[in-house]
């Protein structure tokens, strides 16, 4: 079993807050966790903006030495897929792999997409 942990509250609504993710990822990784998991939306809900999960995981692998990264679901219509695959296969490298990156299925819903004005037709 690998036990991880999530460093920042979904919505972070104070600026201290993502100051502390790096803390709660270097304390992970001292207690012997094994990887961290990032969030993100694209668009605020109501309780803010939440932190891009692949720039929140790059500063948390250069905090860290050894611990895994995880993303959840990243929303592809949401991405440049050939940028998406260069930024995780550099952080994946710059992180000392491997990471985890989450994709949804082909069949997710259509609304995933809706924010960035991606048909559902053009959909990788």
């Known amino acids: 079993m690998r036990i991880g942990v999530a460093p920042h509250r979904l919505w972070p609504d104070q600026e201290?807050?993502?100051?502390?993710?790096l803390q709660?990822?270097?304390s992970a990784e001292e207690l012997g966790l094994d990887h961290v998991f990032a969030s993100g939306h694209a668009?605020?809900?109501a309780s803010g903006v939440t932190p891009d999960p692949l720039v929140l995981l790059a500063a948390i692998a250069g905090a860290t030495r050894r611990i895994g990264?995880?993303?959840s679901v990243l929303v592809l219509p949401l991405y440049n897929t050939l940028?998406?695959?260069?930024?995780?296969a550099t952080l994946d490298r710059?992180?000392?792999?491997?990471?985890?990156?989450g994709y949804p299925p082909e069949?997710?819903?259509?609304?995933a997409s809706a924010p960035a004005g991606t048909p559902r037709?053009?959909?990788p």
């Open 94 to 101: 710059l992180s000392g792999g491997p990471g985890v990156w």
């Open 69 to 71: 990264l995880v993303t």
């Open 24 to 26: 709660i990822a270097v």
């Open 121 to 123: 037709s053009s959909r």
């Open 107 to 111: 069949n997710a819903a259509p609304s």
């Open 43 to 45: 668009v605020a809900g």
């Open 83 to 88: 940028i998406l695959a260069h930024q995780t």
């Open 16 to 21: 201290g807050e993502l100051d502390a993710v």
